[in-house]
């Protein structure tokens, strides 16, 4: 056995261990029979290629690499850290699983979110880069030519940084930053201290070219704290954190779609007046759930057509458990105040991702999903096949499929 296969199975004893937790034991593939649990945020030595049917899409993947599938592990980051697989990268693979393009930040410093977009009317690389506490990030957004050269950066402004979660580029040239702040707050609503402190979570949308900022939507000033489910302070953190948004993106007519992981609610924003149009899931759900609308702790929420949302379904957040991990397609009646499931697609292995998540829609119809904190990236036809599977050795923030690769230059 070699010292890295060594080091990757004392980090999984670790995770193991400290997923007490999270909730539960956390196994890897979900037994038929069993109650659905976190699965092991550790999977293959490297990233390994188990499914790659005729039926998959061409192209790279893009993704993340390192520990930070396993930051909310208690005392799993500082033994993960020390292995190769441990350090944080951007990572370009081709679908039978070889590196061909690696970005690794200075020491000290995190990546993550690591996607193409397009900027000016050209293909980008886009990331994020900083520094992470109590499961956000506070740094810095990039955009690098298709060679890697970084062409600008940009921040949330106002005196924000850069959360980790979310930085779109929009087609005329604006940004959806997601960022945290620290504020005080009155927290006996939920039981909590008179004078407390928590985590404020802020959309903010700023012209990429001139970097300033166009519009901010705070959380706190919308969304009552009642209607968050999380009951404890982040993890490695004292600060209260009720709403952690985790994705931006735009309706069909140019409003926000706002993601909150903490109050398992899908958000519709007025761009112009910050009033929030509906919500969907969570404890005020503007639309009456169909069955099978069943989601929590989600990530990643879209839209995939005029009407209809896909999102990120993690079920889980670790300390609670619904069910397994899943992207769900919803149908959105909005005259009638009704959301209809459309599609539900699970991995066969029944993984249940407590963090992290997305699915991206392909041109060919298929779907690659990133399974977040369950070390796997794998690509769904319509009718729900299996088509490719991969078992990466930690998880990662999303995945991305793309038919170019970056190049030297």
């Not at 890295?4 to 400290?18: D, K």
């Not at 070889?98 to 020491?107: A, C, G, L, S």
């Amino acid at each position: 056995m070699t010292r890295n296969s060594r080091g990757l199975r004392r980090a999984a004893a670790v995770l193991a261990a400290t997923s007490i937790a999270l909730g539960a034991t956390a196994i890897a593939p979900l037994a038929a029979s069993a109650a659905p649990v976190p699965s092991l945020p550790v999977g293959a030595l490297t990233y390994t290629v188990d499914v790659n049917k005729p039926g998959s899409t061409p192209g790279y993947i893009y993704y993340t690499s390192g520990v930070s599938a396993a930051a909310l592990v208690p005392g799993a980051g500082q033994v993960l850290s020390n292995l190769p697989q441990g350090q944080p990268a951007n990572v370009v693979m081709d679908k039978a699983g070889h590196e061909v393009w690696r970005y690794t930040p200075p020491k000290g410093q995190d990546v993550s979110n690591f996607r193409t977009q397009t900027y000016q009317g050209k293909p980008v690389l886009t990331w994020w880069q900083g520094g992470t506490v109590g499961g956000h990030g506070s740094g810095t957004d990039y955009i690098a030519d298709q060679h890697g050269h970084v062409i600008t950066t940009l921040t949330a402004g106002d005196g924000l940084t850069s959360d980790v979660h979310e930085f779109r580029l929009t087609p005329d040239g604006r940004a959806l930053i997601t960022s945290y702040r620290e504020v005080d707050a009155d927290l006996t609503p939920i039981g909590g201290p008179k004078h407390g402190k928590m985590f404020d979570t802020v959309a903010s949308v700023v012209d990429v070219a001139t970097k300033k900022v166009l519009f901010q939507w705070s959380a706190a000033q919308h969304v009552p704290l009642t209607d968050s489910t999380a009951a404890t302070s982040a993890p490695g953190s004292g600060t209260y954190d009720p709403y952690h948004m985790n994705s931006i993106a735009l309706d069909p007519a140019g409003n926000l779609l706002i993601s909150m992981r903490d109050t398992s609610t899908v958000y519709d924003v007025n761009i112009h007046t910050g009033a929030i149009n509906w919500q969907l899931g969570g404890k005020r759900s503007t639309f009456a759930l169909g069955p099978g609308v069943e989601f929590a702790f989600q990530h990643d929420a879209e839209f995939a057509g005029p009407n209809t949302i896909r999102l990120f379904n993690d079920n889980s957040s670790g300390q609670q458990t619904l069910g397994v991990s899943s992207v769900q397609w919803i149908h959105l009646d909005t005259a009638n105040h009704r959301a209809t499931l459309v599609r539900n697609q699970t991995h066969p292995n029944g993984l249940v991702a407590p963090a992290m998540g997305n699915a991206q829609g392909l041109a060919n119809g298929n779907t690659l999903v990133g399974w977040g904190m369950a070390p796997h990236i794998s690509e769904f036809s319509p009718s729900g096949d299996l088509v490719y599977d991969a078992a990466l050795p930690f998880g990662t923030y999303r995945a991305y499929l793309e038919e170019w690769a970056p190049s030297a230059g």
